[in-house]
T-cell receptor, first 118, second 113 residues
Framework: GNSVTQMEGPVTLSEEAFLTINCTYT??????LFWYVQYPGEGLQLLLK?????DKGSNKGFEATYRKETTSFHLEKGSVQVSDSAVYFCALSPGGFINTGTASKLTFGTGTRLQVTL | NAGVTQTPKFRILKIGQSMTLQCTQD?????MYWYRQDPGMGLKLIYYSVGAGITDKGEVPNGYNVSRSTTEDFPLRLELAAPSQTSVYFCASSYLAGAEPQHFGDGTRLSIL
């Protein structure tokens, strides 16, 4: 079956530090890959996505590249801010950009808590 | 534009009680989902629906029931609450399957004592 493995947290960084959160996946075919962010007391929000190999998703200074050869989708940001403190979830959806009539059952990683300090 | 709205935000139940978690979306999405989030475990899919009148089990459906009588609403029912159901519950919706992102509500924190 499908699975997503994320690096365990918490990750504590000083403001303006470089961030990497590792994510690797196991899936058949050509899944779509996502990063979601959860701020305290809120639901998950889509941060970025990539739907095929070598695609780079980007948003709010965060980037992740879909690497099929290493089955990875690592999240990076060049300079984190205190406001980036949150839990980050890597997720995959099987089947790519297809309206199959069946719901896209997201498989989530366990989440990585990021804390950024001044 | 409310998106996905869940009620209540918090609830404490006694063992054996029942309750319904409400979820409604105003984006005219066909696909709706219920997840539970346990500490350090990520999100697990409980039930999902591909349209009004159609529901199916996810990864952890035992102890729960759902219905989908309208496009907008997707309530989750706990019939006999058990301590193992203490969790944070999230409802989500999406327009399409596959690469289309899911939109999440703010969650319901449920404690069973």
């Amino acid at each position: 079956g499908n699975s997503v493995t994320q690096m365990e947290g918490p990750v504590t960084l000083s403001e303006e530090a470089f961030l990497t959160i590792n994510c690797t996946y196991t899936a058949t075919g050509y899944p779509s890959l996502f990063w979601y962010v959860q701020y305290p007391g809120e639901g998950l929000q889509l941060l970025l996505k990539a739907t095929k190999a070598d695609d780079k998703g980007s948003n709010k200074g965060f980037e992740a590249t879909y690497r099929k050869e290493t089955t990875s989708f690592h999240l990076e940001k060049g300079s984190v801010q205190v406001s980036d403190s949150a839990v980050y979830f890597c997720a995959l959806s099987p089947g790519g950009f297809i309206n199959t009539g069946t719901a896209s059952k997201l498989t989530f990683g366990t989440g990585t808590r990021l804390q950024v300090t001044l | 534009n409310a998106g996905v709205t869940q009620t209540p935000k918090f609830r404490i139940l006694k063992i054996g009680q029942s309750m319904t978690l409400q979820c409604t979306q105003d984006m005219n999405h066909n696909y709706m989902y219920w997840y539970r989030q346990d500490p350090g475990m990520g999100l697990k899919l409980i039930y999902y629906s591909v349209g009004a009148g159609i529901t199916d089990k996810g990864e952890v459906p035992n102890g729960y029931n759902v219905s989908r009588s309208t496009t907008e609403d997707f309530p989750l029912r706990l019939e006999l609450a058990a301590p193992s159901q203490t969790s944070v519950y999230f409802c989500a919706s999406s327009y399409l399957a596959g690469a289309e992102p899911q939109h999440f509500g703010d969650g319901t924190r449920l404690s069973i004592l």
